[in-house]
C-alpha cells in the first residue's frame, strides 16, 4: 500500500500517482523504483532507493534539477509539485508518501488537528480532571506553567530556569488524587539569577530539582522541594555542557513518585563504573566527588519516592542503604533503577501497571526497555543487547568523538570508547552491582541510533479497538518527526516484534537516523521534536511538539 496525502493506493494499481503538492517519499529497500520528469519526461531508475544511488545518477546525469535530498531517518527525496509523477513503485513492505510540514499518519482511518497551539517550547501537559478543556501547559525556555481553561490563558507560575541545552522545564505531573489532594508536582532546572537563562554556566551545582506546589485555583505556590540533582557540568578539557538530564517525573499505581536523570556527565558507580573512570579505588569521579552516589553523583537513575520526597521502605536498595549510612546510604535508598544513559521518555502501562522507557545511544543502540525494581541498564559497559557489545564498541569508534575532542566517542573524554569491552561475559564482570540489582537486556534496540525521546500508552478505543494498549514512541528529531507504535503481547511484558526482528530484538539500519526494519510500527510522520505522549480525556491521543510549538490531537475519522 502507497498512501499519498491521505489518500491509499496498492502496488498493484496502474494508475499514475501525480503530486498534487511538495511530497516527500520515503522507502527502505525499494526495488524497481522509477521516476519520471514530466516536462522531459527523462527517467531517472534505480535499483535501490538509496542516497548513494539516487545520488550518484543525479550528479552524473544532471537531470531532475529539481530533485533535492533530504536527510533524515529514511531515505527521503523531494520533487516540485505537478513535475514529478511517479510511474511505477514496488516495495516489500509498507510505504509512506506525505507532504513535508504537514502531520501525516499512515492509518487512512486516522486523522490530525491542532488540538492547541502557538506555545513558546511546549514540552509538556497535565489534565486537572476529566474535562478536556481544562490542563496546565508547560513550556521549557520560559519556565511558565500556564493554565488553560475553555481556550482562555493564565500563567499560573513562572520560574527562573536554565534552558541551555537539554535544560529547562521539564516536567509536570499530577497527584493521583488530584484535586482531593491539590499537588502538582515539577522537574526544573533553575537558574542561578533570578531571571530565565541560556547560559550553561549560569545554574547551581544541584540545579535540576523536582518541587511539589499546591494550586488554589488559579496560581501553584511553593510547598516542598523533594530532591535537588546535579546539573553543572564542567569536566576538565571539555567545553561546559548541560545535557543528559533525563527530566521525565510520574506517578506509579503505587502512588509513588518516579524521577529519571541521565549520567549529567558522570562516570560513576550508577554508571558501573566500581571505581569511576580511573579504576583506582579512592579516586573521585571530578571537582566535587564521587564516584559513589553522593549528592552531586546520584544521576543516571530512576528515583522512587512518596509524594512527601522520602523513600519507601520497599525501594530495591532501602535496606542496603541503611547499612552504608550518610549521604550516600540516603542516596542509595531511594534508587530504583540505575545504569541509564539517559533518558526523554518514562510511562507506566496503565493495564498492566509496568514502568517502560526509550533510552537514547550516542552513536547507536537506542533502547526500548521494562523497568523493574532493582534495574540495572548497563550504561557505560553496555548499551544494546549484551550479544552485541562488541559491535557497540566499534560502531562508537567509527564516529569522530564530541566536539572533535579525542576519546570523547561517548562525550566524556575521560572514559573513551576504548574502554568498551570486547566480550559480554567482560563487560558483565566490570558492572557495579547494588546488592539485589539485576542486569537485563532491552527488549529492543536500533544498531544505529534514531533518537527516541517520549513514550506514552494508548488508553481505551478512541483510535479504534486495535490501538487499545499500544505503546507509542516519538522522535527527538525534527526531521522526519516520527511516531512509532508498538503492540504488546498478552500478558503486557513484552513487545511483538514480529518473526523478523524477535531474534535479535535489534533493528539492523545502516545509518543514524535510518528507520530500515522499523517500516512495521510506522504510524506518523511530520510531528516534529515530540516532547510527550499521551491519551487525553476524550480518548484521543495527544502529542506534544516542542519544535512546532503546538500540541496535535490525532483522533478516529467519524
Same mark, same amino acid.
Given at each position: 500500500?502507497?498512501?499519498?496525502?491521505?489518500?491509499?493506493?496498492?502496488?498493484?494499481?496502474?494508475?499514475?500517482?501525480?503530486?498534487?503538492?511538495?511530497?516527500?517519499?520515503?522507502c527502505?529497500?525499494?526495488?524497481?523504483?522509477?521516476?519520471?520528469?514530466?516536462?522531459?519526461?527523462a527517467?531517472?531508475?534505480g535499483?535501490?532507493?538509496?542516497?548513494?544511488?539516487?545520488?550518484?545518477?543525479?550528479?552524473?546525469?544532471?537531470?531532475?534539477?529539481?530533485?533535492?535530498?533530504?536527510?533524515?531517518p529514511?531515505?527521503?527525496?523531494?520533487?516540485?509539485?505537478?513535475?514529478?509523477?511517479?510511474?511505477?513503485?514496488?516495495?516489500?513492505?509498507?510505504?509512506?508518501?506525505?507532504?513535508?510540514?504537514?502531520?501525516?499518519?499512515?492509518?487512512?482511518?486516522?486523522s490530525?488537528?491542532?488540538?492547541?497551539?502557538?506555545?513558546?517550547?511546549?514540552?509538556?501537559?497535565?489534565?486537572?480532571?476529566?474535562?478536556?478543556?481544562?490542563?496546565?501547559?508547560?513550556?521549557?525556555s520560559?519556565?511558565?506553567?500556564?493554565?488553560?481553561?475553555n481556550?482562555?490563558?493564565?500563567?499560573?507560575l513562572?520560574?527562573?530556569?536554565?534552558?541551555a541545552?537539554?535544560?529547562?522545564?521539564?516536567?509536570?505531573?499530577?497527584?493521583?488524587?488530584?484535586?482531593?489532594?491539590p499537588d502538582?508536582f515539577?522537574?526544573w532546572?533553575?537558574?542561578?539569577?533570578?531571571?530565565?537563562?541560556?547560559?550553561?554556566a549560569?545554574?547551581?551545582?544541584?540545579?535540576?530539582?523536582?518541587?511539589?506546589?499546591?494550586?488554589?485555583?488559579?496560581?501553584?505556590n511553593?510547598?516542598?522541594?523533594?530532591?535537588?540533582?546535579?546539573?553543572?557540568?564542567? *569536566? +576538565?578539557?571539555?567545553? &561546559? #555542557?548541560? !545535557?543528559?538530564?533525563? @527530566?521525565?517525573?510520574? /506517578?506509579?499505581?503505587?502512588?509513588?513518585?518516579?524521577i529519571?536523570?541521565?549520567?549529567?556527565?558522570?562516570?560513576?558507580?550508577?554508571?558501573?563504573?566500581?571505581?569511576?573512570?580511573?579504576?583506582?579505588?579512592?579516586?573521585p569521579?571530578?571537582?566535587?566527588?564521587?564516584?559513589?552516589?553522593?549528592?552531586?553523583?546520584?544521576?543516571?537513575?530512576?528515583?522512587?519516592?512518596?509524594?512527601?520526597?522520602?523513600?519507601?521502605?520497599?525501594?530495591?536498595?532501602?535496606?542496603?542503604?541503611?547499612?552504608?549510612?550518610?549521604?550516600?546510604?540516603?542516596?542509595?535508598?531511594?534508587?530504583?533503577?540505575?545504569?541509564?544513559?539517559?533518558?526523554?521518555?518514562?510511562?507506566? *502501562? +496503565?493495564?498492566?501497571? &509496568? #514502568?517502560? !522507557?526509550?533510552e537514547? @545511544?550516542?552513536?547507536? /543502540?537506542?533502547?526500548?526497555?521494562?523497568?523493574?525494581?532493582?534495574?540495572?541498564?548497563?550504561?557505560?559497559?553496555?548499551?544494546?543487547?549484551?550479544?552485541?557489545?562488541?559491535?557497540w564498541?566499534?560502531?562508537?569508534l567509527?564516529?569522530?568523538?564530541?566536539?572533535?575532542?579525542p576519546?570523547?566517542?561517548?562525550?566524556?573524554a575521560?572514559?573513551?570508547?576504548?574502554?568498551?569491552?570486547?566480550?559480554?561475559?567482560?563487560?558483565?564482570?566490570?558492572?557495579?552491582?547494588?546488592?539485589?540489582?539485576?542486569?537485563?537486556?532491552?527488549?529492543?534496540?536500533?544498531?544505529?541510533?534514531?533518537?527516541?525521546?517520549?513514550?506514552?500508552?494508548?488508553?481505551?478505543?478512541?483510535?479504534?479497538?486495535?490501538?487499545?494498549?499500544?505503546?507509542?514512541?516519538?522522535?527527538?528529531?525534527?526531521?522526519?518527526?516520527?511516531?512509532?507504535?508498538?503492540?504488546?503481547?498478552?500478558?503486557?511484558?513484552?513487545?511483538?516484534?514480529?518473526?523478523?526482528?524477535?531474534?535479535?530484538?535489534?533493528?539492523?539500519?545502516?545509518?543514524?537516523n535510518?528507520?530500515?526494519?522499523?517500516?512495521?510500527?510506522f504510524?506518523?510522520?511530520?510531528?516534529g521534536?515530540?516532547?510527550?505522549?499521551?491519551?487525553?480525556?476524550?480518548?484521543n491521543?495527544?502529542a506534544?511538539?516542542?519544535?512546532?510549538?503546538?500540541?496535535?490531537?490525532?483522533?478516529?475519522?467519524?
Open positions: 500500500e502507497v498512501v499519498l496525502a491521505g489518500k491509499s493506493y496498492l502496488f498493484s494499481d496502474p494508475a499514475t500517482l501525480q503530486t498534487s503538492a511538495d511530497a516527500a517519499i520515503s527502505t529497500n525499494c526495488l524497481g523504483s522509477q521516476l519520471a520528469d514530466v516536462s522531459t519526461q527517467v531517472l531508475a535499483t535501490n532507493l538509496s542516497r548513494t544511488s539516487w545520488i550518484g545518477q543525479y550528479n552524473s546525469g544532471g537531470l531532475m534539477s529539481n530533485l533535492v535530498w533530504t536527510t533524515g529514511t531515505p527521503s527525496i523531494s520533487v516540485a509539485a505537478n513535475n514529478m509523477t511517479l510511474r511505477s513503485f514496488a516495495c516489500d513492505r509498507p510505504v509512506v508518501l506525505f507532504p513535508p510540514g504537514a502531520p501525516a499518519l499512515v492509518d487512512t482511518n486516522l490530525t488537528r491542532n488540538f492547541t497551539t502557538n506555545f513558546t517550547t511546549p514540552i509538556g501537559i497535565a489534565f486537572l480532571n476529566d474535562d478536556i478543556n481544562n490542563y496546565f501547559v508547560i513550556e521549557k520560559t519556565g511558565q506553567v500556564i493554565h488553560v481553561l481556550e482562555t490563558r493564565f500563567i499560573a513562572d520560574l527562573a530556569v536554565n534552558s541545552s537539554e535544560r529547562g522545564l521539564l516536567s509536570i505531573t499530577l497527584h493521583p488524587e488530584f484535586p482531593d489532594v502538582v515539577l522537574y532546572t533553575m537558574s542561578n539569577t533570578t531571571e530565565d537563562s541560556t547560559d550553561l549560569s545554574v547551581p551545582l544541584l540545579g535540576n530539582r523536582v518541587d511539589r506546589y499546591t494550586w488554589n485555583g488559579t496560581h501553584l511553593f510547598d516542598l522541594n523533594l530532591v535537588q540533582l546535579r546539573s553543572f557540568q564542567q *569536566d +576538565p578539557g571539555q567545553p &561546559l #555542557l548541560g !545535557n543528559h538530564n533525563g @527530566g521525565v517525573i510520574t /506517578f506509579g499505581t503505587d502512588g509513588n513518585l518516579y529519571v536523570i541521565g549520567d549529567n556527565g558522570r562516570r560513576g558507580q550508577t554508571q558501573n563504573l566500581v571505581n569511576g573512570w580511573t579504576g583506582i579505588p579512592g579516586q569521579d571530578d571537582q566535587f566527588g564521587g564516584p559513589q552516589p553522593d549528592p552531586a553523583h546520584m544521576t543516571g537513575v530512576v528515583l522512587r519516592l512518596h509524594p512527601n520526597g522520602t523513600a519507601p521502605t520497599d525501594n530495591p536498595f532501602y535496606d542496603y542503604g541503611s547499612s552504608v549510612g550518610g549521604e550516600v546510604g540516603a542516596d542509595i535508598q531511594k534508587i530504583f533503577g540505575y545504569g541509564v544513559r539517559n533518558c526523554f521518555g518514562m510511562a507506566f *502501562d +496503565p493495564y498492566s501497571g &509496568l #514502568l517502560w !522507557n526509550a537514547p @545511544g550516542d552513536d547507536s /543502540f537506542d533502547e526500548i526497555n521494562r523497568i523493574n525494581a532493582g534495574h540495572n541498564g548497563g550504561w557505560v559497559q553496555f548499551m544494546g543487547p549484551s550479544d552485541f557489545v562488541a559491535i564498541r566499534a560502531l562508537e567509527s564516529f569522530p568523538p564530541s566536539n572533535d575532542i576519546g570523547a566517542e561517548l562525550q566524556q575521560r572514559y573513551p570508547a576504548t574502554n568498551i569491552s570486547s566480550t559480554p561475559a567482560e563487560a558483565m564482570q566490570k558492572l557495579f552491582v547494588l546488592p539485589g540489582s539485576h542486569y537485563e537486556d532491552p527488549l529492543f534496540s536500533w544498531k544505529y541510533a534514531i533518537s527516541p525521546s517520549s513514550i506514552g500508552f494508548m488508553k481505551g478505543s478512541g483510535l479504534g479497538a486495535e490501538y487499545n494498549g499500544s505503546l507509542f514512541v516519538g522522535d527527538s528529531v525534527a526531521t522526519p518527526g516520527y511516531i512509532l507504535r508498538f503492540q504488546l503481547n498478552e500478558n503486557r511484558t513484552d513487545l511483538l516484534l514480529g518473526d523478523q526482528l524477535s531474534a535479535t530484538r535489534v533493528a539492523e539500519n545502516s545509518a543514524k535510518d528507520l530500515t526494519q522499523s517500516e512495521p510500527f504510524f506518523g510522520f511530520n510531528f521534536i515530540v516532547t510527550q505522549l499521551l491519551t487525553a480525556p476524550n480518548g491521543l495527544l506534544v511538539s516542542i519544535s512546532d510549538q503546538n500540541i496535535y490531537e490525532i483522533f478516529r475519522n467519524s
